[in-house]
């Protein structure tokens, strides 16, 4: 029998599951889309995410048939970073799972950045989507509820302790925005002395991907297995999906262009942002996994382009580069790779429409480079790679702008969702010796893109001004 692996993603809209064989080939998933209410970005129900989790967990073993001989051998659980639930004596939750686009606890979000900068805290970057604020919140919200209180899980740690039975356990990505020292790997104290959480409260705290235990025995029966797969501590969305874009090694960054264009990358040493555009997570192998999220993105392509996408596609290639200098911004702010509250996009105006669309992904690719640049100088790290995923990641004529602008080459992988992600990191330490080694013989790639001569030291220029424009507007300060 072949070892299997499976990928668990818990997110806002739904769940989704991932099987994979010991050569990194998609053998069956599935999903569950969840019924969005106008609450379900505030809270929604941990029992109802188990229940999808069984769901799925059936459906992709049922596919796996006995012809194809894979045994489960380990499984492992992501969600969205700052999601939490109290608990109780039996692990039952006191209330349902506090969201992390929950907004309620804004202020008390400040209060736990001022708290952490007064103590000198590496990470201070707590706000309303926090595990932190949504703990202190909902203890002074609820008072009533405090003594009741025995654990405080994520969401990845609560569905991994209903597989396993294992409770009071999280993971470094997952513990960072609760206020997890990661460089000293401890609670700090002024949780309990200034914002008043209990220390025993909180869990013991392991590097992603840890063989925890095994899943329930009783569980593995009503699974159909013949055998109880091991259980891995889990780890963020975020971090899910930046391991499945194969971007795990020193020198490796990844770039995800969805909604937001999001940076997340690997270096050997923590980067220390003193402006809080950068933040770290840390890596399985005692590595540091730096990033950040601009409000830049692909929200643009679906705004104005959606329609005529694959039109506009076909014909950007032509039009590779344009004279013209976009930042297509879509709210006022910027929080990365720079910050500046004011900001405001800028676009060109009389030019066709073709023209308008190549533009703009220029100016996301200049955006990505400047990030890139910040990593760089912030880091003392050479960027070797660049591995592309989120929509913006399917579009040929934007890769190809992005190679060239950073003078990089990209690579695109052929699976690349954060399920995929976290069956990976269940291999990472069961099957394999750690999460280089899982990566190299699971992640496949699908598309590489190199830069070319010409219209590489064509957009080095295109960029300077760029940058310049930035600089006028206030937006950036010259070096």
């Not at 029998?1 to 668990?8: K, R, T, V, Y």
């Not at 654990?151 to 990505?173: C, M, R």
């Not at 220390?199 to 025995?217: A, D, H, T, Y």
């Not at 030019?351 to 996301?364: K, L, P, Q, T």
């Amino acid at each position: 029998m072949n070892p299997g692996f499976i990928g668990l993603d818990i997110g806002t809209q739904g769940a989704r599951a991932v099987l994979i064989n010991f050569k990194g080939q998609l053998i069956s998933k599935a999903k569950v889309e969840f019924q969005l209410t106008e609450n379900s970005r505030v809270e929604q129900s941990p029992e109802m995410w188990w229940d999808s989790t069984l769901k799925l967990l059936k459906k992709v073993i049922s596919e796996c048939t006995t012809s194809q001989h894979i045994s489960i051998s380990a499984i492992s659980v992501t969600s969205t970073s700052g999601t939490v639930i109290p608990l109780n004596i039996n692990k039952e939750p006191l209330s349902d799972a506090l969201m992390y686009s929950d907004p309620r606890s804004q202020d008390v979000g400040e209060e736990c950045q001022k708290a952490a900068k007064l103590h000198a805290m590496r990470y201070t970057g707590f706000n309303s989507s926090s595990g932190l604020s949504k703990m202190v919140w909902f203890c002074r919200k609820f008072p009533e509820k405090v003594e009741k209180i025995k654990h405080w899980v994520h969401a990845a740690d609560f569905i991994t302790g209903k597989i396993s039975g294992i409770w009071g356990v999280t993971d470094f990505t997952n513990a960072l925005k609760s206020g997890y020292d990661l460089k000293k790997e401890k609670w700090p104290n002024y949780l309990f002395e200034d914002l008043e959480l209990n220390r025993e409260w909180m869990p013991k705290v392991f590097p992603s991907g840890e063989i925890l235990g095994k899943m329930k025995s009783e569980l593995a029966q009503d699974l159909g297995l013949k055998n109880s797969p091991f259980v891995t501590s889990g780890i963020t969305d975020g971090c899910a999906s930046q391991i499945a874009s194969g971007a795990i090694k020193p020198g490796d960054w990844n770039t995800t262009i969805g909604t937001t264009l999001v940076i997340k990358g690997v270096t050997r040493k923590e980067i220390i942002d003193p402006y809080g555009r950068f933040y770290s997570h840390k890596h399985p192998e005692n590595y540091w996994m730096p990033g950040g999220a601009s409000n830049t993105g692909a929200d643009w392509v679906t705004e104005s382009f959606k329609k005529d996408f694959d039109v506009l596609e076909e014909k950007a290639l032509n039009q590779i580069p344009t004279s013209h200098l976009s930042y297509p911004l879509r709210q006022k702010g910027e929080r990365f790779p720079f910050i500046a509250p004011n900001a405001i996009g800028f676009e060109p105006k009389n030019i066709s429409r073709v023209g308008h669309f190549v533009a703009n992904m220029e100016g996301v690719a200049f955006i990505e480079k400047y990030a890139y640049e910040i990593a760089a100088e912030l880091s003392l790290e050479k960027v070797n790679k660049v591995f592309s995923a989120g929509g913006g990641s399917l579009s040929e004529s934007w890769l190809k702008i992005r190679s060239n602008v950073l003078d990089l080459p990209i690579y695109r992988m052929k699976w690349t969702s954060g399920a995929f992600g976290a069956a990976v990191l269940a291999a990472s330490q069961t099957h394999f010796t750690n999460l280089t080694e899982a990566g190299t013989n699971l992640i496949h790639l699908d598309k590489e893109i190199f830069p070319e001569k010409d219209l590489k030291l064509q957009y080095q220029e295109k960029y300077q001004a760029f940058k310049e424009e930035l600089i006028n507007k206030n937006y950036i300060t010259r070096n």
